[in-house]
Every structure is written in C-alpha cells, then in structure tokens.
C-alpha cells in the first residue's frame, strides 16, 4: 500500500512567487496535518483537517499561507507570495480517527 | 516554555554501544510517539505508548513510559550504523489529534 506521497520532492523559487504543495494521504486516513521543518523551530504543525475540514490553523504562520482539501484524497499548501524565510521542509502526514500520523518525504522548500 | 524537551541533542556512539534518548513533558502524556528520520527523508514511525509504566520492543529499540506519563526513554541495544539518523519524540498532550515534537535527538555511529 502506498504511503502518503507528496510533490514536488524540492521546489526552488524565487520571492514574490506563488508556491504550491501538494499531497496525497494514505487511503482511507480521515485526518491529514501540514508539518514545516526547520534548524531553528524544529518541526511545527501548521495546519490540519478532519474528514476534509480545516480543524487548527493556528500553526498557519501569515495569511501567505493557505491550505484546502477538496476531497479526501488530496490536499494543498500554498505560500504566496513566498519569502526567503519561508525555505523549509514542508511535511504531510495522515492518519486514522486520531491514531498514528504516517509522514510523507517531505517538500524541500528553498526561496531564493 | 518548551513543553517537550529531548536530551541529548546529539550523540556519538560507537557500533555496539548501547544508547539512550530522553523526552520529557511539562504535561501529562495521552500517548508518545517515537520517530526516526533520516537526512532528508520522512519520518518514521517507530512505536507509540499510552499506559504509564507501557514498555514496547522493536528489534534492538525498547521505548517506556514512566508511571507518571511525563518522560519516556528511548533505549538501543549494541547500536549499528543503521540506527543513525534524528530520533524524535512526539506528544498527545489531550489536545485532539495534535502532537508537539521535541527538537530532535542526532544519533550518530561510529565503526
């Protein structure tokens, strides 16, 4: 079974740039959190959804951060417009009524 | 304050040591996830403890839970270079589905 995948694997933009991540949960995990990865913070939650419902966004650093999820299977993270501060490794994870978070290969995240 | 410490932040060991990683809470823990992530890969989920005084074995990875469900321990037996990589402990603190994580234990092995 596949895990949660993630794309792309490394983005490189420059400021001012709109960014968008994006994932997909394992199949039939109803909660899915967005994760930033970073030497001084460590790693944060930012955001995360129930059964396709934005519950916490408190971790949302700025409104240049957006975060959606159509349908069960796929979400998005999007920085705009993005800033050199915001280079980090952005992680997906879902996981099953509160169990276990499984964590996808991360997003590489570098603004130039 | 940091609700959740990790100690050490590093450690070197040599091939066939035993080590141990530390996580400890402010907070009482409703459950503690114990990760293992490699340079720039994912995390890996290792073994999960709710009750106090819980103690859980993988391979040469035993993790615990102390009766007052604030610390845990992480314990590898005769380490192997495989075992190297960034060991994160995360915690239920009873606030929905959230986990905080401590900053991250680098372990690494020497031959």
């Known amino acids: 079974d596949a895990g949660v995948i993630q794309s792309p694997r490394h983005e490189v933009t420059e400021m001012g740039q709109e960014v968008t991540l994006r994932c997909k949960p394992i199949s039939g995990h109803n909660s899915l959190f967005w994760y930033r990865q970073t030497m001084m913070r460590g790693l944060e939650l930012l955001i995360y959804?129930?059964?396709?419902?934005?519950?916490?966004d408190s971790g949302m650093p700025e409104d240049r951060f957006s975060a959606k999820m159509p349908n069960a299977s796929f979400s998005t993270l999007k920085i705009q417009p993005s800033e050199p501060r915001d280079s980090a490794v952005y992680f997906c994870?879902?996981?099953?009524?509160?169990?276990?978070?499984?964590f996808g290969p991360g997003t590489r995240l570098t603004v130039l | 304050s940091q609700e959740l410490e990790q100690s050490p932040q590093s450690l070197i060991v040599q091939e066939g040591k035993n080590l141990t990683i530390n996580c400890t809470s402010s907070k009482t823990l409703y459950g503690l996830y114990w990760y293992k992530q490699k340079y720039g890969e994912g995390l890996i989920f290792l073994m999960m403890?709710?009750?106090?005084?819980e103690e859980k074995s993988h391979e040469k990875i035993t993790a615990k839970l102390d009766e007052k469900k604030q610390q845990s321990s992480l314990h590898i037996t005769a380490s192997q270079p495989s075992h190297a990589g960034i060991y994160l402990c995360?915690?239920?603190?009873?606030?929905?589905?959230?986990?905080?994580f401590g900053t991250g234990t680098r372990l690494q092995v020497t031959l």
């Open positions: 995360g915690a239920d603190t009873g606030t929905a589905s959230k986990l905080t």
């Open positions: 994870a879902s996981s099953f009524l509160g169990d276990t978070q499984y």
């Open positions: 959804f129930n059964n396709n419902v934005p519950i916490d």
């Open positions: 403890l709710q009750k106090g005084g």
